[in-house]
């Protein structure tokens, strides 16, 4: 038998793929929707840095004849590159290397003129002195640029692309990080979870495997969830079935060891007889006898045996007329009853009442009842046999002219082997055993009762039809 996935691995496994694609694409969104907020911010301050130089020193330089540009410096330790902090200082922070800005001013006639920026600003102009926003690469580096300007001055705010995508980075990871520590924990916990749910099924395991071959009663565990409750019930069914199984092949076998005995018994002591005949006569009655005993234990035998194919499922199974089976088991008996001065009365539907089973369980039911019938009742007496449908079911009615069954003693007869006290005719003890294996086995009914003015036996058999 080939084993399949492991449950515990495939529910783990979809739990994890499950949680990566939702939480990857919330945390791709998050970080999306973050960068693109943290931009518009980046874009927001740099105008507004503009906006606050333009107000402070724009108006005062707009005159300014000095030759050379002021130059705004920052600390020396911010002003370090090779130094690189993400914690804010007393002096400021990193970052402000990053920002610069430079004051334009125009005057008709003449090249624009710088006449003041941040040290972390070039030389050349960072924009083309138009008004917005804009890129533009200097030294190798993306800037974003602001330019505004006020009369004959130019303010232009710039900062270093770089600088925004670290920031815009570390949002990123600020937003991803505690998704990645949450579906870690995710899957800890479902992997806990499913470990405890899934427990009763390696407990079942383990006890299933620790049970030994003679043990048939349910299997118990400390915890049943209402997903496996029906495939515990089934088990516990199964093996209640396994065990009813067994003991009735231990019955079968203990009471053909003891039915076999007597007829085996009696056939040795007639063949002892036969061999010690002093003359024709004798042999010739011994030789009765053993043939006699011969077919008694032949017949036993053959009851036996459809006694216990009866309690056992049926290979194969097949649509069949039960008319045509009567028919048949009639047919059969008709010579056996001419013999014995029995006269079969049939009385048979036209529907064909077709049930599915097995063809040779149904032949031994009705073959059995006529037979008990037959046996038990005179020689010369009815024996009738009715078929019938009634709704979803088939009725097969026998009745015999016989001594009766008390009703004290009707439940009894349907065990294997009983014989009701002094009754005429010799069997086994089987007949109605068989048909009442038959009978359960196709979901019916089987009832004895008094035949017409309180005489003989009636027994009325039910099966469902389909």
């Not at 093996?239 to 018994?265: C, G, I, K, N, S």
């Not at 009442?353 to 006529?370: E, K, P």
Request: net charge negative; proline share 5%.
């Amino acid at each position: 038998m080939s084993v399949g996935r492991s449950i515990r691995l495939l529910l783990l496994a979809g739990t994890t793929l499950i949680l990566l694609a939702v939480m990857g694409i919330s945390a791709l969104l998050s970080f999306m929707a973050g960068q693109k907020e943290a931009e518009e911010l980046f874009d927001a301050r740099l105008a507004t840095s503009a906006r606050v130089i333009e107000s402070l020193i724009a108006r005062s330089v707009e005159t300014a004849t000095i030759e050379a540009p002021l130059v705004m410096s920052l600390p020396a330790p911010l002003a370090d590159n090779g130094e690189h902090r993400d914690d804010p200082t007393a002096l400021g922070h990193y970052y402000e290397t990053h920002i610069a800005y430079q004051v334009w001013r125009i005057v008709e006639g003449s090249p624009p003129r710088l006449i003041a920026r941040s040290s972390s600003a070039p030389q050349e102009p960072i924009s083309a002195l138009e008004p917005g926003f804009s890129g533009r690469v200097i030294d190798g580096r993306l800037w974003r640029v602001f330019a505004l300007s006020s009369g004959g001055v130019w303010i232009v705010a710039g900062e270093r692309d770089d600088a925004r995508s670290e920031l815009t980075d570390e949002l990123g990871w600020a937003v991803i990080a505690p998704m990645l520590i949450g579906l870690l924990l995710v899957l800890s916990a479902s992997a806990a979870l499913i470990r405890y749910g899934l427990a009763p099924l390696s407990e079942l395991a383990v006890r299933i495997g620790a049970r030994s071959p003679q043990a048939f009663g349910p299997i118990e565990l400390s915890r049943v969830p209402a997903e496996i409750a029906p495939l515990m019930a089934a088990l516990n069914r199964l093996l209640e079935r396994v065990r009813q199984a067994l003991d009735r092949e231990r019955r079968f076998v203990d009471a053909a060891a003891h039915e076999l005995r007597t007829p085996l018994a009696a056939l040795r002591l007639h063949a002892q007889n036969l061999q010690r005949a002093r003359d024709e006569a004798e042999r010739t009655a011994s030789l009765s006898r053993v043939l006699e005993g011969v077919e008694r234990t032949a017949h036993l035998a053959e009851q036996m045996l459809a006694f216990s194919r009866a309690g056992r499922p049926a290979a194969e199974q097949a649509a069949v007329p039960l008319r045509e089976v009567v028919v048949d088991a009639v047919r059969q008996r008709e010579a056996a009853a001419r013999a014995t001065g029995h006269r079969l009365d049939v009385s048979l539907c036209d529907d064909p009442c077709t049930r599915v089973a097995d063809a040779s369980a149904l032949s031994s039911m009705a073959g059995n009842l006529i037979d008990n019938a037959m046996r038990y009742s005179s020689q010369g007496s009815v024996v009738s046999i009715s078929l019938e449908r009634v709704g979803a079911e088939a009725v097969l009615t026998v009745s015999d002219s016989g001594p009766g069954i008390p009703e004290a003693l009707r439940d009894r007869v349907f065990e294997p082997y009983y014989r009701v006290p002094g009754a005429a005719g010799v069997g086994s003890g089987l007949g109605l055993s068989i048909v009442r294996e038959v009978i359960d086995r196709l979901g019916g009914s089987i009832a004895i009762a008094s035949g017409a003015a309180g005489a003989g036996t009636t027994i009325e058999v039910r099966v469902p039809l389909g």
